[in-house]
């Protein structure tokens, strides 16, 4: 298929443009380098410079048969400083891009949701079905476009799949995390261990979870890759699915340390600081509807392994 993949030259929009190329697809990449690298896009693909809000030129000359949608703003702590940038880039980007596909006839899209559209969860495992009660700005940000998303399918024919992300991490296809401003758990105790920092504050530890801090879904980049090329011709036209992506283990942000810990053999100093506004004590996700209906099944659930991923790949960089 000819696919567009806006985001491609991030962490998980990378990957997945391995994986596409590596499974025979035609990918080009939109992405504007603002947290994205040219170099992480795979040599296979092209790179089109340009930012969401200037999709429309792109797409009519590309002609895409499907996009994959990547390209967001992120980061929890910094959806609720400035929310202006999420609901710009997230909502009217995304609005962007819709309409850019709508003007060249193209249906079919894979977008990434993420699990922060639940907010603080009833039930764990959280369900595809459970209240979306989003307790920051990203979430709602990503909730809004899955809403965009079920009425594009109603009333313009979209075959689209929105897939939501517990906490994604690892290494796939030589490629990994590499933020500039490094906000995530695992390579921030990463950076520890190679002694980029000194020590890393843990976000609160008097969370209502057995050791006091919040519960996460690791799930490795390579099972979400795998998911978005089963989810791409899933969907029929006028139909919009949603799954959940994760492990449905639930590791605290003290077992995580003590991952890393045990991979890379380095003490990895800790303090413990405040919480950080917006985030849920604990979220862990139901995969079954996607087991069920597409056959995915992760293939890397161990924390250590999804750790070591990630430590191998900083060791071949440096
Ligand atoms: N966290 C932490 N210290 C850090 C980075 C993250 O304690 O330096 C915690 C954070 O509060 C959350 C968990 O680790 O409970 C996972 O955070 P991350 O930013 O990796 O992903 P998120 O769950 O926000 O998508």
């Known amino acids: 298929m000819r696919v567009l993949v806006a985001g491609g030259a991030g962490y998980i929009g990378s990957v997945v443009t391995a994986a596409l190329l590596d499974g025979g697809h035609e990918v080009t990449v939109l992405d504007d380098l603002s947290t994205g690298h040219a170099d992480a896009v795979p040599s296979g693909a092209r790179l089109i410079d340009a930012s969401l809000h200037d999709s429309a030129p792109v797409l009519a000359d590309v002609r895409p048969e499907a996009v994959l949608h990547f390209a967001a703003r992120s980061l929890v702590g910094a959806s609720q400083e400035r929310p202006q940038d999420y609901w710009d880039t997230n909502v009217a980007g995304s609005f962007a891009l819709l309409e850019a596909m709508r003007g060249v006839g193209c249906r079919r899209i894979v977008f990434s949701s993420t699990a922060a559209t639940y907010g603080e969860p009833e039930l764990v495992p959280i369900p595809e079905d459970a209240p979306t009660r989003p307790t920051n700005t990203y979430g709602a940000t990503k909730l809004s476009v899955d809403m965009m998303l079920t009425s594009y399918a ?118 413990v600081g405040p919480r950080r506004p917006g985030d849920p004590a604990q979220l862990v996700a139901s995969s079954d509807r996607i087991r069920a209906d597409l056959g995915w099944t992760p293939r890397h659930t161990d924390l250590a392994g999804i750790v070591r991923d990630a430590w191998e790949l900083r060791g071949a960089r440096t």
């Open 154 to 271: 109603v009333a313009h024919g979209f075959a689209a799949v929105s897939l939501r992300y517990f906490n994604v991490a690892g290494a796939a296809y030589g490629l990994g995390e590499r933020h500039t401003t490094e906000t995530h758990l695992i390579p921030i105790a990463l950076q520890v261990a190679t002694g980029e920092r000194d020590s890393m504050t843990i976000y609160g530890d008097d969370y209502p979870t057995p050791d006091g801090t919040c519960i996460r879904d690791y799930i490795h980049v390579g099972d979400l890759a795998d998911a978005h090329l089963l989810a791409l011709p899933a969907p029929g036209p006028g139909e919009h699915r949603i799954y959940n992506l994760g492990n449905g283990l639930g590791f605290s942000v003290q077992e995580v340390v003590g991952a890393v810990r045990e991979v890379t053999g380095h003490p990895i100093p800790v303090v």
